[in-house]
C-alpha cells in the first residue's frame, strides 16, 4: 500500500477508535502469542480512555498463553449466539475473514465499522474493512497496538507492556527470527526498562509443556523426510500415532525449529490434526516465501512462516501431496 494511502487509513481507523464508545476486539482461530497480546494492550488503552471494551475470540486460543487472562479478560464466542452490542470492531493480527472461522460470516453481514490491524500481507481484491492499521514490515501486530495506543494518547501501564512483550517474543521467536530487526531489539528492551519480568513470560510461554509433549515430538520425528537434496523437510502426526504414545503436541514450534536447524536446509512443513482438519505449518530460512506457497492451498502468513487448514475430507495423503509439490515448485523456481 502506497505511503499516502496507508497513512490516510490509519488516521480513518484512529478517528473511528476515538469517535466508538463500545468497542469489541477479536483475532484469528487458535489465537497465539501475538494475537492475544496485540488484543491485551488496545483492551487497556480503551479502558483507560474509559471506553467500553471486551474481547470476543472465534475458538479456544493457544493454551500457553492463558497467563494474560489474569490481567486481560476473555470470552470465547458461543457458536449460537449473535456478536455482542458494539459501535467498532477491531481484528488483531487478521486481516482475512476467513481467518475467523463462523464468525467472518458475522462480520461481513454486518454494517458497523470493523479495523484491521495486521502486519501480515494483505489480501488481493476488494478489502472487508472500513479501515487498516497495517505494516508489513512490523515485527508484531502488538507493536502495532502500542502505537495505535499511544497515538490515542495511552501510554501502556504494565498489563500492556507484559502482553506486548509476549506479542514481540512469540513472534519474533525471542528474537531469533529473520524478523527481529533493530526495531525488535529496541522494542523489547524498551519494554524490558518499562517493568515485564522476563523470567515469568519465557516461563509460561516456554517452560509449562504438557507431559505428553516429548512423546509427541518423537512420534513427529519418526515421520520425517527429506526431499531436494536436503533442502526440504516433511513431517506428520496423525491421532493414532498420539493416542498409541500417550503423546501430545499442542504447540509444533519446537518440532519446526528442530526439522529447520538442520544444515542445509531451507524450507520445512509439518501435518497434524486439528480440530478434526489437518493443519500445515510451514517455515523458511532465508529464501523461501512459505507464505505464496500457503496462499496457494487457501492458507497465509509470513514469508518466513505460514500456516495451512486444509478443507474438511482432505486426507493425509492428499495434504501431504499438495505440500510437498507446493514447496518442491517454491525451491526450483529459485534462481
Not at 455482542?84 to 462480520?107: F, I, T, Y
Not at 526440504?232 to 502426526?237: K, Y
Not at 517455515?283 to 496462499?295: G, K, M, T
Request: a negative charge; charged letters at 25%.
Amino acid at each position: 500500500m502506497p505511503g499516502n494511502m496507508a497513512h490516510a487509513e490509519r488516521e480513518r481507523a484512529l478517528a473511528l477508535a476515538r469517535e466508538s464508545e463500545r468497542i469489541l476486539l477479536s483475532g484469528h482461530l487458535r489465537a497465539d502469542g501475538d494475537c492475544l497480546g496485540a488484543q491485551a494492550v488496545l483492551f487497556h488503552a480503551f479502558r483507560a480512555l474509559g471506553k467500553e471494551c471486551e474481547i470476543l475470540l472465534p475458538d479456544p486460543p493457544d493454551g500457553r498463553y492463558g497467563f494474560l487472562r489474569e490481567k486481560t479478560p476473555w470470552a470465547v464466542k458461543d457458536p449460537q449466539a449473535p456478536l455482542p452490542p458494539h459501535d467498532l470492531l477491531m481484528v488483531c493480527d487478521c486481516s482475512r475473514l476467513s481467518r475467523l472461522g463462523e464468525m467472518g460470516a458475522l462480520v461481513e453481514a454486518s454494517e458497523i465499522p470493523r479495523i484491521a490491524l495486521d502486519h501480515h500481507p494483505l489480501e488481493e481484491g476488494k478489502s472487508p474493512w472500513t479501515a487498516l492499521f497495517h505494516d508489513l514490515n512490523s515485527p508484531a501486530s502488538g507493536l502495532l497496538a502500542l502505537e495505535f495506543s499511544r497515538a490515542l494518547g495511552v501510554e501502556p501501564g504494565p498489563e500492556a507492556c507484559e502482553a506486548a512483550f509476549t506479542a514481540l517474543m512469540t513472534d519474533t521467536g525471542w528474537l531469533k527470527y529473520s524478523n527481529a530487526g533493530p526495531v525488535a531489539w529496541e522494542a523489547a528492551a524498551s519494554l524490558v526498562a518499562g517493568g515485564v519480568d522476563t523470567v515469568k513470560v519465557y516461563h509460561e510461554v516456554y517452560q509449562r509443556a504438557e507431559p505428553g509433549r516429548p512423546r509427541g515430538i518423537a512420534a513427529a520425528m519418526s515421520n520425517l523426510e527429506y526431499h531436494e537434496d536436503g533442502k526440504l523437510a516433511l513431517a506428520w502426526v496423525d491421532e493414532a500415532s498420539l493416542d498409541g504414545e500417550h503423546a501430545s503436541l499442542e504447540d509444533t514450534d519446537e518440532v519446526l525449529d528442530l526439522m529447520r536447524a538442520v544444515d542445509g536446509v531451507e524450507a520445512v512443513a509439518f501435518l497434524m490434526p486439528r480440530s478434526g482438519l489437518w493443519k500445515a505449518s510451514l517455515r523458511s530460512l532465508s529464501v523461501v516465501d512459505v507464505n505464496e506457497v500457503a496462499e496457494t492451498l487457501g492458507g497465509g502468513g509470513h514469508a518466513r512462516a505460514s500456516g495451512v487448514m486444509f478443507p474438511e475430507g482432505t486426507t493425509l495423503e492428499e495434504a501431504r501431496g499438495s505440500l510437498l509439490k507446493g514447496l518442491q515448485d517454491a525451491l526450483r523456481a529459485l534462481p
